[in-house]
């Protein structure tokens, strides 16, 4: 295949991504319809009542049976599309890389950045669905992957090109591999986060006005397993992100441009992500702290993780990392 | 000690006062409030240019606001990172680290050695149990508990007649918690080191030149807080060749790379070595290294004046504008007569003239052109100022004018030589070099931040993936008297009683464990028929 032809597979891959997301999507706000349907025709289930499941989801509640088959139904099928539209978006990542001379990984720029780090999104919830129980998150996850994917086709588009001679580093693969992975992870955790705020909120409501919670929010796990499961997220992907942004960064950076740390704009905001993050983590073992404010600062973290990977580079114009700009030459005036 | 009884309530209050001081410092909101602030701190440094990063937009950023400048140089905002604001928020962080990780360094090291606490009285209140009966005696099953619980736990030291087995695994944890909490102080002082005594120098090179490492060959120069002189290594190095390789086709055409400059380079009087120097590989002679940084044209101009003397020649650097390679530069003949001659202008690697326009339509010097302006009188080199080689003082100088009043302008390819009016002399463009700009510095401390992060890392992973738990078993000889007897025909064990009532009680010391998962496995291990 020519490089051209790969590019082009790339491009409709991505789009075929896209559209499967898409329905995806469609599919899981249906199941969400369906979980929200009126009370009538269902009955009260006493047995669902009994003790949460291990996962901490709380008890479905009175669900009539039909119903609830249509919604695990949907459910099964609204994966299922994302697992394929996962898998189309793997071939748009290969694609992207094959196309380019000399082959090389598909983080060149900030288009493959972006599709990179949805992609990891996507992988890690499929990986995880089945032991964290994370189909609630369906409709967050497929929606969050839809419209970032849409931004980067849309704004972000770039035709393949060989990198700049800085960006041609092994430690380029090995910084944005675990970049990517780590911004993926938090982007979970931070999904994760909201919920939990979501959820609080709800629950409030629901006191105050005697209610019970019900429909989908229903079927978000309850707020100390929200609280733990956005916790394990993070906690893998905080020594990811130290690693790329403290380990791998400064040394590329130290072979590149000759200092290992140079509070470039995009290092300073790799800082500020990492010790927000460090923050959070505190937060969770600090009384006061727990739970809200440990959430709302896991979702800082997350705000100054893609600020820093897009907003800085149209914020910012001394930024050493800027993906599409080759630096030119900087010479300081020189004394005669 | 009169006096001293006399003095000690105010003593107290003060020796209570700083207690409470540092209990407030040393907590882990204070930790937590301390770094956020950091990250706070940390960001006007990423909106406001800084003079460590890029002291030429500081310049320019002042030249725009000055109004606000006074305000912004008061307050550090060009130098953030080495401001008495950023660096009180970060010691006060490394204080409180140190107030909090010593205490816990006893603490750990006797709970280390302490043995796993026994069993609480009532398991069963414990938020996390479970009970199954056996037909096992308690002694079997307490025996088959230690063996399970051994394999990965730490376990209690039996006394004769105890009831129960208590274990506790996960110390690692906290271990590698306080092994994160050091290394951040290791990194520090790495940091610390290279900020001390590093320094970065930088200097362009055209094709052919030497540089040897002393001060007054560099073009800028950073030292450290503490650099001295002696710590320049002895070396030389010359630049015999440099090759760029040019995409001529595809998205990025134009666009340079596979920049390789051939250096042979000598240490003190050892032989000479060779060096291929490109982006990425830096040479590293002793503890210094040398990096390719960018790379430019120097054409090679020569001026002769009225007399038809040479009074300049050589070649000379132009800067790159912008990634096209348009360079601009300036040629000073101060020996010139009858006036001095200065020449500023620009430099098109690939000329064309589209609509009438000069522009460069390619980096590479396929088609080098020079455009410059010419100025003579008095160019102010006399006045022992110190003067940029790529400005022209043009304030005593007049601007050149052919016939037509017009300025005259100095257009030439390589080969070719204009006459300047009025018999001031004449210029010639006689080829093109390339130059390189390297980076010289020193990194002291380096490999001790290095080595901090990656125990850093180590002690991180530890810290967030051990679950530090404690388990207890107890087995209690059941008399089958409770309501909910459960086997039938298991009456022929060792007491002839209902067999042996046995407890497991799991408690996560991290908060975070599924321990109704690890309570549902070890039931299943504890029940497994033993071996
Ligand atoms: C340079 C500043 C600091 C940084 C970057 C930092 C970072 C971290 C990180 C990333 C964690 C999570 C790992 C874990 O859960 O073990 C952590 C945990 C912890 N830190 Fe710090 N820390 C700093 C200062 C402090 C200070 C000053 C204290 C003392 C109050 C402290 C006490 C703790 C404790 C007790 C934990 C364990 C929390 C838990 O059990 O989950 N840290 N720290």
């Known amino acids: 295949m020519t490089n051209a032809a790969w590019e082009t597979l790339s491009n409709q891959a991505i789009a075929t991504a896209g559209l499967v997301y898409f329905l995806a999507l469609l599919v899981h706000l249906a199941e969400w319809a369906a979980v929200r349907q009126p009370r009538e025709g269902r009955e009260l289930q006493v047995a669902a009542a009994a003790g949460g499941s291990r996962d901490g989801r709380s008890a479905t509640s009175s669900t009539s049976e039909a119903s609830s088959g249509r919604v695990a139904f949907l459910g099964r099928l609204g994966f299922l599309l994302t697992a394929l539209a996962g898998a189309v978006h793997l071939v748009a990542l290969v694609g992207r890389g094959m196309a380019a001379d000399p082959n090389r990984v598909p983080w060149g720029n900030m288009y493959e950045f972006t599709i990179s780090g949805t992609f990891v999104v996507t992988l890690l919830y499929v990986a995880l669905y089945k032991r964290f129980g994370l189909g609630w998150m369906g409709p967050l996850v497929v929606g969050f992957v839809v419209t970032t994917l849409m931004v980067a086709v849309i704004w972000l588009h770039d035709e393949v090109a060989p990198l700049t001679e800085a960006l041609n580093s092994p430690w380029l693969i090995i910084h944005v591999v675990s970049a990517i992975i780590a911004t993926g992870t938090f982007t979970l955790g931070g999904i994760a986060s909201v919920m939990y705020l979501v959820r609080a909120r709800a629950e409030r409501r629901a006191t105050e006005s005697g209610a019970e919670l019900t429909g989908w929010l229903a079927r978000v796990p309850n707020l100390p397993a929200l609280d733990r499961l956005a916790y394990r997220v993070h906690a893998f992907a905080f020594p990811v992100w130290t690693f790329a942004v403290l380990i791998t960064g400064p040394i590329w950076a130290h072979e590149a441009w000759s200092r290992y740390w140079n509070w470039d704009p995009k290092e300073v905001w790799a800082f500020i992500t990492w010790v927000v993050y460090a923050g959070y983590l505190h937060a969770r073992a600090t009384a006061g702290w727990k739970g809200r404010n440990a959430a709302v600062l896991a979702l800082i973290g997350l705000a100054t993780l893609w600020f820093n990977f897009i907003g800085i580079n149209y914020f910012s114009s001394t930024s050493q990392h800027s993906y599409a700009v080759e630096r030119v030459v900087e010479v300081r005036s020189v004394e005669s | ?531």
């Open chain 2, 1 to 531: 000690m009169t006096t001293a009884t006399e003095r000690r309530p105010g003593e107290l209050t003060a020796r209570e006062l700083t207690r409470w001081s540092w209990r407030q410092l040393t907590s882990m909101r204070t930790a937590l409030v301390l770094l956020l602030l950091l990250a706070l701190a940390a960001v006007p440094g990423s909106v406001i240019p800084q003079e460590g990063v890029d002291s030429l937009a500081v310049t320019r950023w002042k030249d725009e606001h000055p109004k606000l400048t006074p305000v912004y140089e008061r307050l550090d905002l060009f130098s953030v990172y080495d401001s008495p604001w950023f660096s009180a928020i970060y010691l006060l962080l490394v204080i409180s680290l140190v107030g909090c990780i010593v205490p816990r360094l006893f603490v750990y090291f006797r709970a280390f050695r302490a043995e796993p606490p026994a069993a609480p009285r009532h398991l069963t209140r414990m938020p996390v149990h479970a009970t199954f009966r056996t037909e096992q005696s308690p002694a079997e099953a307490l025996a088959h508990a230690r063996q399970v619980l051994g394999r990965r736990h730490r376990l209690r030291r039996t006394t004769g007649g105890d009831d129960s087995v208590a274990a506790e695994r996960g110390h690692l944890r906290e271990a590698g918690n306080l092994l994160f909490h050091l290394s951040v102080l290791i990194v520090l002082a790495g940091f610390a080191v290279g900020g001390l005594w590093g320094y970065q120098g930088g200097v362009i090179l055209v094709q052919g030149s030497t540089f040897s490492n002393n001060l007054t060959q560099y073009d800028d120069f950073k030292p450290g807080g503490l650099f001295t002189t002696r710590q320049l290594d002895d070396f030389r190095f010359s630049v015999d060749d440099f090759r760029v390789e040019w995409l001529r086709e595809g998205p990025r055409a134009g666009q340079a790379r596979g920049f390789e400059a051939d250096l042979s380079y000598r240490r003190g009087t050892r032989n000479p070595d060779d060096y291929t120097l490109r982006v990425n590989h830096p040479l590293e002679i002793d503890g210094t290294e040398v990096f390719l940084i960018g790379h430019g044209y120097a054409p090679v101009v020569t001026v002769r004046d009225g007399e038809g003397d040479v009074a300049y020649t050589g070649p000379t650097p132009f800067l790159p504008q912008d990634a096209s390679f348009l360079s601009f530069g300036v040629v000073k003949a101060a020996a010139a007569k009858p006036g001095q001659i200065g020449l500023e202008g620009l430099f098109y690697p690939t000329f064309e003239m589209i609509d009438g326009d000069p522009v460069t339509v390619f980096g590479d010097d396929l088609q080098p052109t020079l455009s410059m302006l010419a100025y003579t009188g008095d160019l102010g080199l006399d006045s022992g100022a110190s003067q940029s080689v790529y400005v022209l003082d043009k304030s005593e100088a007049t601007l050149v004018t052919g016939e037509d009043d017009k300025p005259f302008r100095v257009d030439l390819q390589p080969g070719d030589t204009v006459d300047l009016p009025d018999g001031l002399g004449s210029v010639t463009f006689e080829r093109v070099e390339p130059w390189i700009r390297v980076q010289i510095s020193q990194t002291p401390g380096k490999e001790v931040a290095l080595g901090g992060v990656v125990l850093a890392l180590i002690g991180l992973c530890a810290s967030l993936f051990v679950r530090p738990r404690r388990v207890w078993v107890r087995a209690l000889a059941s008399d089958g008297t409770d309501g909910d007897v459960p086997t039938g025909d298991g009456e022929d064990t060792m007491n002839g009683s209902g067999g042996t009532l046995v407890e497991v009680a799991v408690l996560d010391r991290s908060g975070n464990g599924e321990t109704d998962q690890v309570l549902a496995d070890l039931l299943e291990q504890l029940q497994e028929a033993p071996k």
